[in-house]
């Protein structure tokens, strides 16, 4: 059985078609910047990710702009994946940062890059990556997008941003080609 099929037995409902867009992509490794409506799943396209990274033993970094989300998501994550699967990396919390699937605040992540990396990392997910327009918090998103390695697959989100087209136009000159899902 391919990844997706699995993928998609762990779900009671078909997928929506943005989704399965995405998620092909992601497949072909391509790097993907998704824009729906809150509520319509998108994490779901970012689950694909990180079942994709655990299905190749590679590694995956789930970026979110504020400390309560990513506190948010590792309770999902580890509840979905598994504590020995998931770790968290914010200003004052470190737990398990060997794990396969890390979520941690942008300004972490940017710190990385500038550092020794993430070994055997393969896919970053923006989560909420409309705030590169934010004017005090932008500039880490745009480092993020600028210095990870151009064999990652970035997995954007955002369910406000509106020019999703020129951002990917963006990302595809100073990363690598990033497909637009709107």
Not at 61 to 90: H, W
Not at 114 to 138: A, N, T
Request: proline letters at 4%; hydrophobic letters at 45%; charged letters at 20%.
């Amino acid at each position: 059985m391919e990844i997706l099929e699995r993928f998609q037995a762990r779900y009671p409902f078909p997928l929506d078609d943005f989704q399965l867009e995405a998620i092909r992509a992601i497949e072909g490794g391509q790097s993907v910047i998704v824009s729906a409506p809150t509520g319509a799943g998108k994490t779901l396209v970012a689950e694909f990710a990180i079942h994709a990274a655990l299905a190749s033993g590679t590694r995956l970094a789930y970026t979110t702009p504020l400390k309560a989300l990513s506190n948010q998501k590792f309770a999902d994550f580890t509840r979905a994946f598994g504590a020995d699967t998931v770790g968290i990396l914010t200003g004052d919390v470190k737990v398990n940062p060997r794990a396969r699937v890390l979520v941690m605040t942008t300004e972490i992540l940017r710190n990385a890059l500038y550092g020794s990396g993430l070994d055997d990392l393969r896919y970053i997910v923006l989560d909420e990556c409309h705030y590169m327009g934010d004017e005090g918090r932008g500039t880490v998103w745009e480092e993020i997008i600028v210095n990870a390695p151009k064999d990652v697959a970035l997995v954007a989100l955002s369910a406000t941003v509106r020019n999703v087209t020129e951002i990917a136009d963006w990302i595809s000159i100073v990363h690598r080609p990033i497909v637009p899902i709107i």
